[in-house]
DNA sequence: TTGAAAGCGCTAACAG
DNA sequence: CTGTTAGCGCTTTCAA
């Protein structure tokens, strides 16, 4: 008669059921700046997939370093979530042993940990692939304005820059190299594009022209467009840029940029706390994400092939490796 | 001695928590289109005031409006919640009587209901207030670029656009307003802001030739200046634009606009769902936001007192009305 | 197969 | 004031 009455209009109970069953049916997701459009994007395609799997979110906007260790903390201790995505940052060491004891766990978007599943974006390759395209559209001196160094993507940004200007024998300075201080979303956002911008632009001389400019990300190229505009400086003709993210708003500024597709990113890392909550013997994964080239009109180069006629290709090498 | 081991590295567990005390910490929202700039900048302000106080939020994104209903029942029935924050939509009067019954604390933000708490923005005195700005310029044929009628905001900004028309002895017609269809965001992008643009634009006669539009937010501004630009109008020259919102990015596009104080308006919804759950019995509070004009350089206002130098200083009316 | 009983780890109410 | 105990509403296990 119990199962009568459960039919109509009943849901269980979120505690008890936790509490017998030891699950929650919840994810905690810690991410920085979720202000940022890039974030935004990615948050977009974690919420669409936890709809359709119905499983909770909760939200953990960190806006300092060690809020990040609070929170996963409190996710471990509390014993409310099965799963936690961890994005854009260093995880850190001092919870690696906690999460392992406990079986929580973890997935790492856009950062990497071999103990745990990761799904990485190719910075490296991306800032490579972005620099190469300006190289080979004949320039010689190219500048770059990049995030604070601590953040991890502003490292290996920087890498793949240094890369292809080794590559087509050009010299790297930083003196070229406008990398952020201290600050709010490390440096990547419009205020910092600008500024570097004009600190890029009076540094050039002469003698050491700088005819293009790298930014690494879509927020900043932004920035530094009204930067190169008000100092009277075209773009593309007096400096061509390449930026990275393809956010939504790239395509208004018609940014040539890498496009890294977001909102897969977040539903697949969704997925795969999923997966690892089933199984929580197999060996860390980690799913690489290579961004893609996307030119418009910031580049300076006419003839597009891909331009916006290219369909969203997502390229996902997975590969799994033991541990 | 139970408690020596508990001061040392102890956390409860959430769950056993919950089902002795029937509380949860936490706080679900209910929001649409958190891909929305306007809703990112509420967000921070609630997740800030949730850090702040420490409670758990439970992010619920709505795509659509069957959606909304089953997380607002989804929230009644787990009892995992000690309130919801639920924004921007017309609240189903379904579940207003379950609400009730159970006592389950909820916040309308920019939105009503005579039976709960709600915060709200003066979408119609706004619209008129930038509208009359408009039309103290001395424009005669002023349009509006509009969002889905069926959202709220955007009926109460059409009455106040409306008003202000009136006021000024101009005529209303709606071959003057471009009101979006049922759409992503309900007509709340940059791309109806450009489509709804060329629409006017074209519609646009010698004999009625419309110089100034009103719109209802900063991105489809965006679109719309975009559309203008592409179409050979300069903004504020051949166009005078005023819109609504006042997002980070209205700087970047020296947009004239109306100020929400968005970040504040999350902090304050938190703290009121915080303080009905400690007094359950009190009369339902309306707190009111009135939007501020923010004079840049798209309604070609020259002289600008106000200015950039204005203090954002939000005229909080705060009028408690018994039920 | 179906139904009763034993916790899950806390809090709150109660007794000492 | 401190220590003990009875549930909170489920799931799971075990007996019927």
Partial sequence: MLSAAKRLNYFPQRHARGLASKKSNAISIVIPYFTNYFFIE????????????????????????????????????????????????????????????MGLP????????????????????????ATAHLAQLGHRTIGMINGHLGAQPAQE?????????????????????????????DGFNKEWGDTAMRALIRNSTPANHMTAVFVASDVQAIGAMGAARRMGLRIPEDIAMVSFDDIELAQHFELTTMRQPMYHIGALALAKVMERIDHPEAPPSVSTFVP????????????????????????????????
Same sequence: chains 1, 2.
């Fill in 157 to 185: 940004r920087m890498a793949g820059y240094r890369d292809a200007l080794e590559e087509h024998g050009l010299d790297f300075s930083m003196d070229l190299v406008k990398a952020a201080p201290r600050q709010r979303l």
């Fill in 106 to 129: 973890v997935v790492l978007v856009d950062a990497y940990h071999p103990e745990f599943d990761s799904l990485r974006v190719e910075n490296r390759e991306g800032a490579h692939t």
């Fill in 42 to 101: 990615v948050l977009q395609g974690v919420q669409d997939k936890a709809a359709e799997l119905s499983v909770d979110l909760m939200l953990y906007g960190v806006n300092n370093p060690a809020e990040a260790e609070l929170y996963l903390r409190r996710s471990l201790h509390y014993g409310h979530v099965d799963g936690v995505l961890f994005f854009s940052m260093n995880f850190p060491e001092s919870c690696v042993g906690r999460f392992k004891e």
């Fill in 292 to 323: 893609e080239l996307v030119i418009r009109r910031t580049c300076g180069a006419k003839e597009s092939r891909e331009n916006e006629m290219s369909v969203l290709h997502d390229r996902i090498q997975l590969e799994e490796s033991g541990t």
